[in-house]
Each structure stands twice: as C-alpha cells, then as structure tokens.
C-alpha cells in the first residue's frame, strides 16, 4: 500500500454509473485524478480482478492507498470529506437521512431495474425469444422505477432541494441508460415522468456532467481544475499491488 498526493477515481467506460461520481467529484472541488476504465477490455483481467473482485468500476483509491469499490460507499466517502456542506447535508439531519434514502433507491430498485437490458445486449448465446423476454422484463422494471422515483420527488429544482447533491449525481451517472437502451418511448418519459425529465436536463447541462462525459469519451478537457490529471489504470494496478 503506497501512498498518493490525491485520491484516484476510475471512470468505467462506455455509459458507466460512474459518470455521477466523477459528477460529484468536480461539485465537491477537492483535488482528484481520474482513471479511465475500458469496461469491455482492459477491466477484463485478473490484474483487475485482483483490485475489484466483481470485476466492475467504480473504483476509487484513497490517498493512503486503500481501495474503495460499490458507488454507495464512494458516496459516503465523498460525504465525509464534504466538511463545506456543497453536495451534502450535516450528518443526523432529516436532510441527510433523506439523502440517503434517494442514494439507496437510485443505487439498486433504479438502477438494477436496467440489468435485463443490459444482459439482452451482451448475452452471446442467448436466442432472440429469451432477448425479447429480457428486453419486455427490463422495460416494465425501468418503467415502475422511474414512476416510484417521480412519486418520491418535490417540485424543488433537484433531488433534496435547490442544489445538487450526491443523490443527484448517482442519478445523472444511471438516467441516461433510458435513451441508450429505447427503454422509454420519449413521448411517454416527457408526459409520464415531468420531474425526472426536467431534473435530467438541468443535469446533463451541467458542466461538471459535461466534463465527466468528455472523459468518458476520452476527449481533452479540464474541467473545474479539481481534477490533477489522468492515472493509466496500469499504474493504479501497480500502485494498489494489484499487478
Ligand atoms: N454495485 C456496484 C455495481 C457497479 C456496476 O454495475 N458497474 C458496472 C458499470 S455501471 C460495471 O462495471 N459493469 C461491468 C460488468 O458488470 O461487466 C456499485 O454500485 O458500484
């Protein structure tokens, strides 16, 4: 275990959930690096197995050099170093509580009700009859999630009010999957989901999303300044004694 100047935050690419987190990195506005994580080659080693044994990003790496994987406790990380209070709230609030309770949602009803897509898409073998069946089962789950998630939302701007906050950022990593996947006719998501559509604009306009997809796209981009520079994963690897 070596330890680094700043703590590491690997962006899985392509559409990873982890976009939210590299969200709520530039929102909080404390030194961090990035490395980018190619989900469908370079994560596919036991190098990489040996750093996240379920073999999935995120995956962060503290400044002692202590890995973190699973997005709900890089998220309570992110809380505990968020003394300022800009993407969260003080801890034993009712606010706080609540924050929590939207992070758990999105980070499993929400979130898991898009595996049947995702297993539709990448399962080789399967015939089209179990495709179809997954693909039905996976549209009905995203379509039940986002009404619950409506159902649970306020008229305020974003998740918990008038500012963004970690709940906000696990959402805008996962949102965008609808369009991705045709899970929702868009004529029905606008009608049928008015606050999460709104909430995804106001989102996905944001700078701190737009720089987190400029990384995922491997684009050149600076963001707020927070980020110190790009990590190759191999020396995450090497770093963590993973390789
Ligand atoms: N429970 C994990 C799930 C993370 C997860 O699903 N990661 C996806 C990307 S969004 C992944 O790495 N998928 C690659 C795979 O499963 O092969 C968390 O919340 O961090």
Do not use: C
């Amino acid at each position: 275990m070596h330890s680094i100047s700043e703590p590491i935050f690997t962006a899985g690419f392509p559409l990873g959930s982890s976009a939210g987190l590299v969200t709520a990195f530039e929102w909080l506005g404390q030194p961090y690096r990035l490395t980018r994580v190619d989900m469908l080659g370079e994560m596919r080693t036991e190098a990489y197995r040996r750093l996240n044994g379920r073999v999935e990003t995120p995956v962060l790496v503290s400044e002692e050099g202590r890995v973190l994987t699973e997005t709900m406790a890089i998220a309570l990380w992110l809380e505990g170093r968020d003394r300022e209070r800009r993407i969260s709230f003080a801890p034993g609030t009712y606010e706080a509580d609540r924050m929590h309770q939207f992070i758990a949602f999105l980070n499993t009803g929400f979130t898991s009700a898009f595996f049947p897509l995702w297993v539709a898409l990448e399962a080789e073998e399967a015939t089209e009859d179990y495709r179809q069946t997954l693909r039905a089962a996976g549209r009905e789950f995203v379509a039940k999630r986002h009404a619950q998630l409506e159902a649970m939302m306020g008229a305020s701007d974003y998740l918990l009010g008038d500012r963004p906050t970690l709940a906000d950022a696990v959402f805008v990593g996962v949102a965008r999957w609808v369009d991705f996947h045709e899970a929702i006719d868009p004529q029905d998501y606008e009608r049928n989901y008015p606050r999460i559509h709104a909430l995804r604009k106001r989102l996905e306009a944001d700078p701190a999303f737009r720089f987190a997809l400029a990384i995922e796209d491997g684009e050149p981009a600076a963001g707020n300044g927070s980020m110190k520079g790009l990590v190759p994963l191999e020396d995450v690897l090497r770093l963590t004694g993973a390789l």
